[in-house]
């Protein structure tokens, strides 16, 4: 299905924005992996509509409700499954897109592919509202990870052309957290406040900004992911391109390495605390799609929200014409910040089945020396 991913950790995504809820599938959870409750439903918040000016004002209590998986909140090894109920839709709204496309939506092509039983309530199958449910597993992933040393965080790096300071070379579990309980996703409050009236402004122009996330991944073990087609890379951004929205993902340097010189885009050999490590990032801790146990550094360009108030070109369907559009509804003027915690999310769900299928199911046999530290001791040696 197209909705799902994974490989020995299936996920799989179901609902409609205005359907009458979202939910999620996840079959792979190991046994016996204890859910803080509490925990999980403060990394949803994050996410969750409502919350400020800056966000649409949809409200939705985004509380998961387990349907199995779970016993005394600790997973049984059943497949687990969440359902989180919609109460805040207006389908109203979305009467005569049936006919007019909206652009930069998936109207159009859900039209060509389902014809008219295709549901464009919110986006339908294709809203950002079926993050909410990813969420719910990620935030799963996350704790599973932290346990044994593995840690996932993001920030918004950038909106519009306001920058965040970049993540240092060796981020850490603290500063992960602190970026989280902060109300707007950044390293700096002076770029963040800078970013927030960049989308003020924006927003009373009746217009939407994008932005872009950085995450990072610390703790994986030297050696994690396989060469092309399986690599660390791979995998994670086929996952994290099934964000809607997101329309562009690069790893360590990314493109800044196509304008570098050899000399300097290679990141430099050395040894630290007995342990290989390397000067410099730039290959995003992963090389040959295998990691180095240097930070995964992964960046994430999300498109402006393509619903606006200003006047946009489209087509009647029926009477093949062109139309002018305008857009009735609640949307964000910018949805960036609130998908950090969804590329957490994604990026926590991905190595967990990495290390699922490497490791083996049995987390209490798992030995991942060099967490974080590159490879301890010697790499051609058990």
Not at 290 to 316: D, F, H, N
């Given at each position: 299905?197209?909705?799902?991913?994974?490989?020995?950790?299936?996920?799989?995504?179901?609902?409609?924005?205005?359907?009458?809820?979202?939910?999620?599938?996840?079959?792979?959870?190991?046994?016996?992996?204890?859910?803080?409750?509490?925990?999980?439903?403060?990394?949803?918040?994050?996410?969750?509509?409502?919350?400020?000016?800056?966000?649409?004002?949809?409200?939705?209590?985004?509380?998961?409700?387990?349907?199995?998986?779970?016993?005394?909140?600790?997973?049984?090894?059943?497949?687990?499954?969440?359902?989180?109920?919609?109460?805040?839709?207006?389908?109203?709204?979305?009467?005569?897109?049936?006919?007019?496309?909206?652009?930069?939506?998936?109207?159009?092509?859900?039209?060509?592919?389902?014809?008219?039983?295709?549901?464009?309530?919110?986006?339908?199958?294709?809203?950002?509202?079926?993050?909410?449910?990813?969420?719910?597993?990620?935030?799963?992933?996350?704790?599973?990870?932290?346990?044994?040393?593995?840690?996932?965080?993001?920030?918004?790096?950038?909106?519009?052309?306001?920058?965040?300071?970049?993540?240092?070379?060796?981020?850490?579990?603290?500063?992960?957290?602190?970026?989280?309980?902060?109300?707007?996703?950044?390293?700096?409050?002076?770029?963040?406040?800078?970013?927030?009236?960049?989308?003020?402004?924006?927003?009373?122009?009746?217009?939407?900004?994008?932005?872009?996330?950085?995450?990072?991944?610390?703790?994986?073990?030297?050696?994690?992911?396989?060469?092309?087609f399986g690599g660390v890379e791979n995998r994670l951004a086929a996952a994290l391109f099934g964000i809607p929205a997101v329309k562009g993902v690069e790893f360590g340097a990314g493109f800044a390495?196509?304008?570098?010189?050899?000399?300097?885009?290679?990141?430099?050999?050395?040894?630290?605390?007995?342990?290989?490590?390397?000067?410099?990032?730039?290959?995003?801790?992963?090389?040959?799609?295998?990691?180095?146990?240097?930070?995964?550094?992964?960046?994430?360009?999300?498109?402006?929200?393509?619903?606006?108030?200003?006047?946009?070109?489209?087509?009647?369907?029926?009477t093949r014409e062109d139309t002018e559009l305008r857009i009735r509804g609640r949307h964000d003027p910018c949805i960036a910040h609130r998908a950090v915690p969804v590329v957490e999310a994604i990026?926590?769900?991905?190595?967990?089945?990495?290390?699922?299928?490497?490791?083996?199911?049995?987390?209490?046999?798992?030995?991942?020396?060099?967490?974080?530290?590159?490879?301890?001791?010697?790499?051609?040696?058990?």
């Open positions: 299905m197209s909705s799902e991913f994974g490989k020995l950790l299936r996920v799989s995504v179901f609902g409609q924005s205005h359907g009458d809820a979202v939910g999620v599938l996840v079959d792979g959870f190991p046994a016996g992996e204890a859910v803080d409750l509490p925990a999980l439903q403060a990394f949803l918040n994050r996410r969750r509509p409502g919350k400020d000016p800056l966000s649409t004002p949809r409200q939705e209590r985004d509380e998961p409700r387990f349907l199995s998986g779970l016993v005394g909140g600790v997973t049984c090894g059943a497949p687990l499954c969440a359902v989180m109920e919609n109460t805040g839709q207006y389908s109203g709204d979305y009467a005569v897109l049936a006919d007019t496309p909206r652009p930069g939506h998936a109207d159009y092509t859900a039209r060509v592919k389902w014809g008219a039983c295709a549901d464009l309530r919110g986006g339908g199958h294709s809203s950002g509202r079926l993050t909410a449910p990813l969420c719910v597993a990620g935030g799963i992933a996350l704790q599973i990870l932290a346990r044994r040393g593995i840690f996932v965080g993001a920030h918004l790096a950038s909106v519009g052309a306001e920058q965040d300071t970049a993540f240092p070379l060796l981020p850490d579990a603290a500063l992960f957290a602190a970026v989280a309980a902060k109300d707007f996703p950044v390293l700096s409050d002076e770029a963040g406040a800078r970013m927030r009236a960049a989308i003020a402004h924006t927003r009373e122009e009746g217009d939407s900004l994008g932005g872009i996330i950085e995450c990072a991944a610390v703790g994986l073990p030297a050696g994690l992911g396989s060469p092309m390495a196509a304008r570098s010189c050899g000399s300097e885009n290679n990141d430099a050999f050395t040894i630290r605390d007995g342990a290989i490590v390397t000067k410099t990032n730039h290959a995003g801790g992963s090389l040959g799609g295998i990691a180095t146990g240097m930070p995964v550094v992964l960046r994430v360009a999300v498109k402006p929200t393509p619903s606006i108030a200003k006047p946009q070109q489209t087509v009647s369907l029926s990026t926590a769900l991905v190595v967990l089945d990495l290390l699922l299928e490497q490791y083996g199911t049995d987390l209490k046999s798992w030995k991942l020396e060099g967490n974080g530290h590159g490879i301890i001791g010697d790499p051609g040696k058990d």
